[in-house]
């Protein structure tokens, strides 16, 4: 969100948000972990007149944050599971290349090609140049025979991973690229002391499973009710 054009960090009382000229929530959300009626109409007044701004919830049972977002019309627009997975010390079953700097843009176009799809162009453009300056995010990727297959944005910090952003190239989906990727960065992260952890789409949850990450929570996506939302999660 950071490194999208003209991008502001917005802290709250209970939520941080960020906001950016794209009209896309790569830039365009918040994360709202205890707010209160006036948290839920201050994200109300950010949201307002954007083209899209989505709010993430942790969700825990008993958790007022929903209602209140309901209560200054938010609605719930779908809902993430968040899985985490022990690094594991078994070899890698691929190689992982890191890419450079002169190589970043290249592996970001790639990203928005098969990730994000479904954008305009303007916001392919944007989250493009954006995932390529995020300089503090490592982009992997995953070649057969020189050409690359797969690739996957990680965040790391203290013992966890945070795997973002996996995508296989669309003509070899199938051939198990995405769990080779999937097993090299736990392995990764296991030579590192760390865990993995990672939000999918529900439709996902199994295909995580048999690779050893465990369902550890929720994460539920509001919008405004009368702003479209677009779906920026779709399956490898």
């Known amino acids: ?5 003209d991008a502001t960090i917005k802290p709250g009382a209970g ?10 929530p790569v830039c365009n959300f918040a994360i709202a972990e205890s707010i209160d009626s006036g948290g839920a109409r201050a994200l109300a007044k ?14 825990e049972e008993g958790d007022e944050v929903g209602p209140r977002l309901c209560a200054v ?10 899985m985490v997975a022990p690094g594991t010390r078994e070899p890698a079953p691929c190689v992982l290349h890191l890419s450079g700097p002169a190589e970043r843009l290249d592996t ?3 990203m928005v090609r098969e990730f994000f799809g479904r954008s305009d162009s303007a916001s ?23 050409t690359r297959v797969a690739a996957a944005m990680l965040s790391c910090s203290d013992g966890v991973v945070g795997l ?3 995508c296989v190239r669309f003509d070899v989906r199938g051939a198990g690229w995405g769990s080779a990727i999937v097993r090299s ?24 499973a048999r690779l050893g990450f465990q369902t550890v929570g929720s994460v539920d996506v509001y919008v405004l009710g009368r702003v479209p939302n677009p779906v920026i999660m779709k399956s490898h």
């Open 73 to 82: 019309g938010f609605r719930q627009a779908y809902r993430l599971r968040l």
């Open 15 to 24: 939520f941080v948000a960020c906001t950016g000229r794209v009209p896309h």
């Open 1 to 5: 969100g950071r490194a999208s054009p």
């Open 185 to 208: 960065i736990l392995a990764l992260a296991g030579g590192q002391g760390r865990s993995v952890c990672l939000q999918c789409d529900p439709s996902l949850e199994t295909w995580y």
């Open 164 to 166: 973002y952003n996996l």
């Open 46 to 59: 950010l949201a307002d007149g954007r083209a899209t701004f989505n709010v993430y919830v942790p969700t």
């Open 124 to 146: 392919k453009d944007a989250i493009r140049a954006a995932t390529s300056a995020a300089a503090e995010l490592e982009l992997y990727e995953i070649r057969d025979r020189g």
């Open 108 to 110: 970001a176009d790639f």
